[in-house]
């Protein structure tokens, strides 16, 4: 896995899949707060005027010379829950980003959110 500061470093890269399809660029890093360590990126997807951003899981990314290269393929991806360009991700749809992937989630033993931004 990335280190949370190396991963910040490819903010505006390309991001592709693993077709090497372009996605969009990434926009943020979200961590995971059990562990903080890099969980997910939102990717910037659609046409001006009509942006927004989708979560995509960064587990088995790889780095490329210009890009970074998520394990998922374009549609899965541009289908993923999304947010505003100035949006945030509401605790409550957290869940919904995970099931998405048909990864587990569980909030923290507190209810506390699983994902925090960086």
Request: hydrophobic share 30%; charged share 30%; no cysteine.
């Given at each position: 896995?990335?280190?949370?500061?190396?991963?910040?470093?490819w903010?505006?890269?390309d991001?592709?899949?693993?077709?090497g399809?372009?996605?969009?660029?990434?926009?943020?890093?979200?961590?995971d707060?059990?562990?903080?360590?890099?969980?997910?990126g939102?990717?910037?997807v659609?046409?001006?005027?009509?942006?927004?951003?989708?979560?995509v899981?960064?587990?088995g990314?790889k780095?490329?010379p210009?890009?970074l290269?998520?394990?998922?393929d374009k549609?899965?991806v541009?289908?993923a829950?999304?947010?505003?360009t100035?949006?945030?991700?509401p605790?409550?749809?957290?869940?919904?980003?995970?099931?998405?992937?048909?990864l587990?989630?569980?909030?923290g033993?507190?209810?506390?959110?699983?994902?925090?931004?960086?």
């Open positions: 896995m990335f280190e949370a500061t190396s991963i910040r470093e903010r505006g890269h991001v592709r899949d693993p077709d399809d372009k996605i969009g660029s990434l926009e943020a890093v979200y961590v707060t059990a562990t903080d360590q890099p969980s997910f939102t990717v910037q659609g046409l001006p005027g009509r942006r927004r951003l989708v979560f899981p960064l587990e990314a780095v490329g210009s890009y290269q998520v394990a998922f549609k899965r541009k289908d829950p999304s947010i505003g100035d949006g945030e991700l605790a409550t749809d957290e869940e919904g980003v995970f099931t998405h992937y048909g587990t989630y569980s909030p033993a507190g209810g506390e959110r699983r994902l925090a931004r960086r």
